[in-house]
């Protein structure tokens, strides 16, 4: 870990993870449910409805290496950003 | 980064025809190279945030380069143009839209906790512990997470041991592909969904479009996150040292008041 005040991380997460839990929020509830969690792939697709589509979004190559490759074996141009994923050594925003 | 450009349906449309690279600043020194190579701002060094279109080799900048879309475009319909009218010099590039044959991952988990956490996006661990299991599960799950129902919906990582999951609650032991919340400050993941990687590619696809329309939405202020984080105590330690000077004057500023 690379992060400082562990334990206050921790209790955030918890924090966030309790309240999560009461409020019922779709999905969150799978993390302590496991059978629930793994139901998707055991049912046979055309018997259940189709999720909701999400707003399409641009797909990121997360490594230099990576990206390159991909870009010389299909010949693509590349779209090229950095960003550090933090503020005033904050996580979790841009 | 100036997301009103790169969430703009236009620019997503055409980024189709793009590879698109999107590095964490100060997370890899080789990277942080690269990134110096396409552009250093006034002071020299490295800023949090770089911008340019490239040519597929990388080496060369087929428009302005600076710290965000704005140095080269005015706004996202004149980037969305921009960018087709790129594309159609390559005769490639259409008929490679959403062909890839790799999964994008993320150098780590917990960087990829972090980024997830910045997009607002759920997490996607690839559970392989040999190299020849990882490519098997890969393989599964290139087609859903290049398809354009999938594609950017996930940011991706892998791991090979079990002890590397230790930031994410709830991995089932046969678990070998895990969706997981990131949380708001990508410090520590819960899971939304998990596989055994012996599923169809259909029963695939769509648990993992489940795991999307799950995942927990809530717009993130980012003065108030930032404000929270600090209070916290959070801070993250970047792989290499910060050079932007802006953002080191400020967070000094802010940092050196809450100590004091």
């Known amino acids: ?94 | 980064m100036d997301r009103s450009f790169l969430s703009d349906a236009s620019v997503v449309e055409a980024s189709r025809q793009f590879v698109c690279i999107r590095l964490a600043t100060y997370e890899d020194a080789a990277e942080a190279e690269f990134m110096k190579s396409v552009y250093v701002g006034r002071s020299g060094q490295l800023e949090n945030t770089t911008f340019a279109i490239l040519t597929p080799n990388g080496r060369t900048k087929l428009t302005a380069a600076g710290r965000g879309p704005f140095h080269a475009f005015r706004g996202s319909r004149s980037m969305a143009d921009g960018m087709r009218k790129i594309a159609a010099k390559y005769p490639q590039a259409a008929k490679h839209a959403l062909t890839d044959t790799e999964l994008p991952f993320m150098k780590s988990l917990d960087i990829a906790l972090n980024v997830a956490a910045a997009d607002g996006l759920p997490m996607l661990i690839v559970r392989g512990d040999t190299p020849a299991e990882r490519a098997g599960l890969c393989q599964r799950l290139v087609p859903a997470a290049w398809s354009e129902a999938l594609a950017g919906q996930f940011v991706y990582c892998f791991v090979t041991r079990p002890e590397e999951l230790k930031p994410v609650r709830g991995v089932e032991q046969g678990s070998r592909i895990v969706a997981v919340d990131p949380g708001p400050f990508g410090l520590s993941g819960k899971v939304l969904a998990q596989f055994t990687g012996d599923e169809s590619t259909a029963q695939l696809k769509h648990g993992l479009l489940q795991a999307v329309a799950d995942m927990p939405r809530s717009e993130k202020g980012h003065d108030n996150h930032v404000q929270l984080g600090i209070q916290l105590g959070i801070e993250w330690e970047s792989e290499i040292p910060e050079t932007d000077v802006q953002s080191l004057q400020a967070k000094e500023r802010v940092r050196g008041r809450q100590s004091r």
């Open chain 1, 1 to 94: 870990m690379r992060r400082i005040s562990p334990l206050l991380a921790l209790l955030v997460v918890v924090g966030w993870q309790s309240a999560h839990a009461q409020d019922g929020t779709p999905g969150t509830s799978r993390a302590s449910d496991a059978p629930a969690a793994s139901a998707p792939s055991r049912l046979a697709p055309s018997k259940i409805a189709p999720p909701k589509i999400a707003p399409p979004k641009i797909a990121w190559y997360g490594t230099l290496k990576s990206g390159l490759a991909e870009a010389k074996r299909s010949q693509r141009p590349i779209l090229f950003v950095s960003g550090a994923p933090q503020c005033l050594g904050v996580p979790g925003i841009w």
